[in-house]
């Protein structure tokens, strides 16, 4: 007998949907293929040129697309996997997002905008790496040494917040100018130490200092450098966004081996085989979902191990564990004191979101189950299954992870 520990996640952020318009109808089943290849075969299943431009990052892919034209299909993709296109006459340019709008000005989105900033004091490389923190995802920011400028491309507003942080970079430091004291400047949204990392080259060495216990930049240096560590910090102090996770971990009890559970996601039935070779998927069928894992539950083929929330900032790591810490205790070799060390058991999940400029979430799932299966000198003996997806996401979709069996 087996069970399936399934996980769903789903997530809530604000997001808006895209349209798609187009002629030729049709179906795509890719299962764990590179995603150059997907491009290739919905170009031909459309009738339509496409090429997989080389910015394209080697990753294997499965999606099923029912009935879609190529604009809806290519519009999936460009959401999923981070992508833009550019046409070039009867010929569809797919590639990486960043890289094609780089190369590509007008494969952006609509208002996208390149702008040059000269710089007159500040090293470009250290502009560029600092500004890339404050500006929004996907923002493309380049480091010119030749012109001694950064170039940035990206939506009207994210250029004047741009010109803002280049502005202050930039500024002169005068060493004399006014007399030298302390400033300790308060944060509210960011630890001191993030601060630091981004804004110590903009200053004189020794200038700064994080204090994350109060979490203040002191700041030592006179007026104009303190006017100018304020300006940088007004741009990186902003209320993070946060990502609720809503997640139902699922001890699923088929029958038997060749029992279907009779979960169905997207139009596609995952039974206890379609689990094991499908780790995870992605729909918008939440309700549905929900409905059929508590008739399962009613009638006593899963039980429900638990159903948290976890609420996390924008770029920072959750976690969650259902199960048990075991505890395991050594000898140390040197001192000869024991020590006790815990291990944990059960279904544990890591996941860290990033939230994209049109709302839109990418989620990096780390879920990991481990059983003990012996002992071996009173040290246990442990079975563990890993997985390991980063997946992009919409407002209200739901994320289900099965395989993880336990005989």
């Known amino acids: 007998m087996k069970s399936i520990v399934t996980l769903i996640l789903a997530m809530l952020v604000a997001s808006a949907p895209a349209g798609a318009q187009g002629q030729q109808r049709f179906t795509i089943d890719a299962r764990d293929v590179e995603l150059s290849d997907v491009i290739r075969l919905i170009g031909a299943q459309s009738g339509q040129n496409v090429v997989a431009d080389g910015s394209i990052h080697q990753q294997k892919v499965t999606l099923l697309l029912r009935d879609v034209t190529f604009d809806e299909a290519m519009t999936t993709l460009i959401n999923a996997y981070g992508l833009q296109t550019h046409r070039d006459g009867r010929i569809v340019i797919v590639g990486d997002a960043a890289s094609m709008n780089l190369r590509f000005p007008d494969t952006g989105p609509q208002g996208t905008q390149t702008h040059v900033f000269a710089l007159a004091r500040a090293k470009p490389d250290e502009v560029a790496e600092s500004i890339k923190k404050a500006l929004p995802q996907g923002t493309v920011v380049v480091a010119d040494k030749r012109t001694a400028s950064v170039i940035v491309t990206g939506a009207s507003a994210t250029i004047a917040r741009a010109a803002q942080l280049v502005l202050a970079l930039d500024a ?67 209320p993070g966004r946060q990502v609720m996770f809503e997640v139902r971990v699922v001890d699923v009890q088929p029958l038997n081996d060749n029992y279907n559970v009779g979960i169905e996601l997207g139009g596609v039935g995952y039974g206890a085989g379609g689990l094991a070779q499908f780790p995870y998927t992605v729909t918008r069928s939440a309700i549905v979902i929900n409905a ?30 259902v199960g048990e810490q075991y505890p395991v205790v050594t000898v140390n070799q040197q001192t000869g004191y024991p020590s006790m060390q815990l291990i944990d058991v059960g279904v544990r999940l890591k996941l860290t979101p990033t939230i994209g400029a049109d ?30 997806a980063t997946l992009r996401v919409r407002d209200g979709e739901t994320i289900v992870l099965g395989g993880l069996f336990e005989d």
Do not use: W
Request: net charge negative.
């Open 359 to 388: 709302g839109s979430i990418t989620a990096e799932l780390h879920p990991e189950y481990s059983q003990i299966i012996g002992l071996n000198n009173n040290f246990p003996i442990l079975a563990n299954r890993k997985l390991d």
């Open 292 to 321: 059929q894992l508590n008739t399962l539950i009613q009638n006593g083929h899963a039980s429900l191990l638990a159903q948290p929330r976890l609420a996390t900032l924008n770029n920072h790591q959750a976690e969650l564990l």
């Open 172 to 238: 002169p430091i005068i060493a004399n100018a006014g007399t030298p004291a302390t400033t300790a400047i308060e944060l509210h949204n960011i630890r001191a130490s993030e601060a630091f990392k981004a804004i110590h080259t903009a200053v004189p060495d020794n200038a700064l200092i994080a204090d994350d216990g109060r979490n203040v930049i002191i700041v030592n240096g006179n007026a104009e450098v303190v006017a100018t560590v304020r300006a940088l910090l007004r741009d990186l102090d902003l």
